[in-house]
């Protein structure tokens, strides 16, 4: 049932969860995002998504987490798996679009042929609280890239910032767990009216003047775009890390004396390095079919995989891509009115 | 529009009317009104798309190497860009008979994704401009005046070299340098370490400094090399630290203080600070400066008599 907590009540419904859970939030970073952490007695995180943040895909698929440790001693040689515990958790101020990004990495970490147990002990037992902030960053585009009426399946809970309380709208069974304490009121019919117009400007301020169709039907191998893009793109790998549902990963076996240790970090598509062969082969040996890559993988090959697309419209390539590439220009361009032919006079 | 940006587009259009060029890259319009984006013109129609304006952050000379290689191009820069382009010319990146290079006289430049702030959203932000005292923020709720130390990069605030130290074609006039905060490093080493270790343990491995650093051009890096592995990819503090440390060491005498790495770091790393500080020991023991024109070779390619030599003159 949905409830509102006043602003001044929130340490208490901090306690309150960390009694029961390790909370991770946005901790604030002097001049850097903020970085999702799990919380500390004490901690004053940002949960009204107000500030700039890295995404919280590093509690799920962490930059860098050791697979096999392989010890070698007297008694032969020893493998160890460190699979992490499924302790309950609840992540809070997430936007939405980076926890509908999650979605994604769910279809790949938690594919019914193969789970990946490291990403499934981390997922398992974890809440997921959407936060609809006052205001809206300038660069999202949700709406372009999807209905958001079905994100609300993806997370358990959402909280909209309703400037001097929070509206908490469970959508789960499990997200009731966080309208549970006395510091929780019951929602009016004025705080219900505020969510739904935050909801609504959600809805309609982050769709792009675009046609209806989706991305994933209207992009093409060849466009003229991709070669645009590759002449100014410089292959760093801001984009994919900032990314919520970006999920690819380098694995690289480290020597110390007697033991070895196996572990994963990110690795993007960008890097030339990332489909260098051993022999010496790159089969995307310049920038152009990188580029291409990423937005195909994201916009058609995702969508047609998995049913869900790959972007979420959280616009933090957007804002941080050091030469202005800028995604929302390549839906535009690709889906504009003008580019689809004229329907034929009935 | 500005006088300057008209006379960037008359000069690139001549020389590509000319067949002076066959290439001008430039700043055009960004996505967004207070964004720029690199562009590479190659009709003299298209000219028309250059603009001048307080977003023309990018340091384009990142793009000669492989883009002057073989032909005769021109390109806009800001003086920090034409240091960077005498640093490439010195260490045979790229040949000033290759080059056209449209200049301009300084005032610093924002990078304007960090003016997010209370006064204005955004979203509603249409245009700036340089006034008498800042810059104007001109949005769709009226005109915002900011002061120059409150607005323009680090490396702005402190750079010396406002005037083209080379050209082929220069306009505008340098500004003097203005007052403003700029990231101050502790002073006791311990106090060092700590800052240092906080910064680093931020670093994504994205990149990002080094992809968008003109000088960063090695065909292949060390942090990419996997045998040897010099720092491993994982982005842990003690390799990111390696990585950082190392690239610092590769640009010493060689960075010509652009700021571009430090702008792109999407997790604000002071990243100038390790080469301000590599840049100091540069002058004061070889009184050498990094993209200087009256040099001709880079600081680790020459050998003079008087250089500073701690092991032959005991310290």
Known sequence: MSKVISQDKISDFLNSLMAKYTVVAPMPRHDAPAEFRELKSGDQPIIDGSSPMMPPKDFFLPRYEVLVNVQMGKDGVKLDSPIPEAKPRVLLGAWLPDLQGIQVLDRVFLDKKFTDPYYAARRENTILVAVMPAKLRWSWFCSATDDVEGWKNSVDAIMYDLGDKFYIEPTSDKGNVITEGSFLTDASDADSAAKDAIWDNFKTATKLPMSDERLYEKLAWENPIWGEIAEKCIACGICSYSCPSCSCFDIQDETCGSCVERYRCRDTCQFEEFTLMGHGYNPRDNQLPRVRQRLLHKFKYQHEQFGVVGCTGCGRCVELCPVNVDIRDVLMRTCSVENQETPAES | ?315
């Open chain 2, 1 to 315: 529009m500005s006088d300057i940006e008209t006379k960037i587009r008359e000069e690139a259009k001549r020389a590509l009317e000319s067949g002076d060029v066959s290439l001008v890259i430039g700043w055009g319009a960004g996505s967004v009104p207070f964004k720029t984006t690199p562009i590479f013109i190659d009709k003299p129609e298209d000219a028309e798309k250059l603009v001048w304006n307080p977003a023309c952050v990018n340091n384009l000379a990142v793009y000669l190497p492989k883009m002057a290689s073989d032909k005769k191009i021109g390109i806009v820069a800001k003086p920090c860009d034409i240091r960077s382009i005498i640093a490439l010319i010195q260490e045979k990146q790229v040949k000033r008979e290759n080059l056209h290079i449209i200049g301009l006289g300084c005032g610093g430049v924002v990078d304007a994704g960090d003016l997010d702030n209370a006064d204005f959203h955004l979203q509603d932000v249409t245009g700036l401009e340089w006034v008498a005292d800042g810059l104007n923020v001109i949005t769709t709720s009226g005109d915002h005046v900011i002061e120059c130390g409150a607005c323009l990069r680090d490396m702005c605030i402190i750079c010396e070299k406002r005037e083209p130290a080379i050209f082929d074609a220069k306009f505008g006039e340098a500004v003097e340098p203005q007052e403003g905060e700029v990231c101050a490093l502790p002073e006791l080493p311990d106090d060092r370490r700590k800052f240092w270790s906080e910064q680093f343990s931020k670093c994504i491995r994205c990149y990002a400094c080094r992809q968008i650093c003109p000088n960063c051009y090695c065909e292949s890096c060390f942090a990419d090399r996997i045998e040897p592995k010099w720092t491993a990819k994982k982005a842990t503090p003690e390799e990111s630290w390696m990585f950082h440390a190392t690239r610092a060491m590769h640009l010493a005498g060689r960075c010509i203080g652009c700021g571009e790495c430090e702008r792109v770091c999407p997790v604000n790393i002071p990243i100038m600070q390790l080469e301000i500080e590599m840049a100091k020991i540069a002058k004061e023991r070889y009184g050498y400066e990094p993209g200087d024109p009256d040099e001709e070779a880079p600081l680790l390619g020459q050998f003079k008599d008087a250089d500073h030599d701690p092991g032959h003159h005991g310290g």
